[in-house]
Structures are given as C-alpha cells and as structure tokens.
C-alpha cells in the first residue's frame, strides 16, 4: 500500500503535534513503531488504530489539539464537520433494538436510507469485528462504533448515523452501564476518520450535550443540537 509507513516527521503531522513531542512519545515507547535501517518508521494503519484505541481517554486539551491539528491539515474554512455530514433520514430517534448485534444492524440500515452506502454488508462485519476487539462503548450510555480502518469502497462519502434506542443495551461500557445512544461513521480516508472520531470524542463529553440528544424530539432537532454545539467549539 502507498505511504502505509512514515518517518517521525510525517508521524507529526500525521498526529497534529510538534515533532520535538513525536520524537518522545516514540523514544518512550508510548507511540508503535519499528527501525528500518536505523531510523524509526511508524506503519499508518497501526498508528490509525492505536489513535482510535487511545482517543476516548484522551484529555479534551488533546482531542482539542489533534481536531485543530487535522482542521489545519486538511484547509478547511468551515469545519462544522459532523453537522455536514448529517442527513435526518440517517436519524432514528427510536432505534427498533434489543441486543448489540442487532443495535449494528439497525444503524447500517439507517446508513443505506442515505443512498450513499454501497456496500452495508462489508460495513456491518467490519463493525462486529471491532466490537469483536474492543467495544466502542463510552461512558454515560453513549457509543461510536466504527470499523478499524477507512472503507474507501463502501460509500459514496463518509457517513454519520444516529441512533437512540428505547431502552438501555448492554454493550461493553467501561462504566458497566447500559448504552441507549449510538454514533456510527465510516470515512473513506485515515484523516477524516481520525477527525470524525476526534471530534466525537469531544463533544460527547459534555452532558448537557448528549441530554439535549436525548430529548430531542425530531432528526431536524437533533442536527441542529449538533450543529449549535461545533459552532461553540470552533475557535
């Protein structure tokens, strides 16, 4: 695979850090990495994955670092990335779903409302053999399930589904609590997935945030929730 290894330099930029900090983290063993040749290379997909491993305990001055890091990265002027990336018929505010395989189910039927998933099959076993590995479930009933890797060929354009289920799932939360509330994306590129998973990771901290979710009584209400709460993040 093209650029599937990088040098310290494109690992910072690949992170959104200074290099000085890449080259710690990688001395102290804090970052996966190998030498070739002498000098250290850093396998993107391992360090995709371990971004995604690492980010929901991440405090909110790194998500917030490594959002404005990748927003910088890809020049975008308005970055209300995930309101963009929202269509209401990708929307359920009572998710028909008793059990977690079904919860994944339910959500890549919603991603097909949208028209632009090509290929729901390969979608939904990439989501079960993440939760497989590792459950996507957070925190105050909320979950992110995203497959390990981009699908570049499974949609037309990276997709954002969410649900809310009418009772709580037991899904694997660090808490030990029930999930009701659940955010599926897949993107066509390591970048936007980091992104999406960043930026996620840092507005779902905020309770009064995920409330407003759930008392939302329309898909519209929902967006527009969302919407409101990038706009008060974005500098």
């Known amino acids: 695979m093209p650029h599937s290894f990088m040098n310290i330099r494109a690992l910072a930029k690949f992170l959104g850090i200074e290099l000085r900090r890449a080259e710690r983290m990688a001395q102290r063993g804090?970052?996966?990495?190998?030498?070739?040749?002498?000098?250290?290379?850093?396998?993107?997909?391992?360090?995709?994955?371990?971004?995604?491993?690492?980010?929901?305990?991440?405090?909110?001055?790194?998500?917030?670092?490594?959002?404005?890091?990748?927003?910088?990265?890809?020049?975008?002027?308005?970055?209300?990335?995930?309101?963009?990336?929202?269509?209401?018929?990708?929307?359920?505010?009572?998710?028909?779903?008793?059990?977690?395989?079904s919860v994944l189910k339910e959500l890549v039927a919603l991603g097909q409302e949208t028209e632009l998933l090509y290929d729901g099959e390969t979608l939904l076993e990439a989501l079960t053999k993440r939760e497989e590995l590792c459950s996507t479930a957070l925190d105050g009933g909320i979950a992110i399930p995203h497959p390990r890797r981009p699908l570049p060929y499974a949609a037309a354009e990276p997709i954002l589904v969410i649900g809310l289920t009418g009772q709580g799932i037991g899904f694997g939360s660090p808490d030990g609590g029930l999930t009701d509330l659940f955010f599926m994306t897949c993107s066509q590129d390591d970048h936007h997935h980091l992104h999406v998973l960043a930026r996620l990771c840092?507005?779902?901290?905020?309770?009064?945030?995920?409330?407003?979710?759930?008392?939302?009584?329309?898909?519209?209400?929902?967006?527009?929730?969302?919407?409101?709460?990038?706009?008060?993040?974005?500098?």
């Not at 993107?44 to 910088?72: F, Y």
Request: aromatic share 2%; glycine share 4%.
């Open 30 to 101: 804090q970052i996966p990495c190998q030498k070739v040749g002498g000098q250290l290379r850093f396998n993107r997909a391992e360090i995709t994955e371990w971004m995604q491993q690492q980010m929901p305990s991440l405090k909110n001055e790194r998500l917030v670092e490594m959002d404005s890091g990748i927003t910088a990265r890809r020049q975008l002027d308005d970055d209300l990335l995930l309101t963009n990336m929202l269509k209401v018929e990708a929307i359920s505010l009572a998710l028909p779903a008793r059990t977690k395989n």
């Open 202 to 235: 840092r507005i779902l901290s905020d309770a009064k945030f995920t409330s407003a979710i759930r008392r939302a009584e329309s898909p519209g209400e929902v967006v527009d929730v969302i919407r409101q709460r990038e706009e008060q993040i974005l500098p």
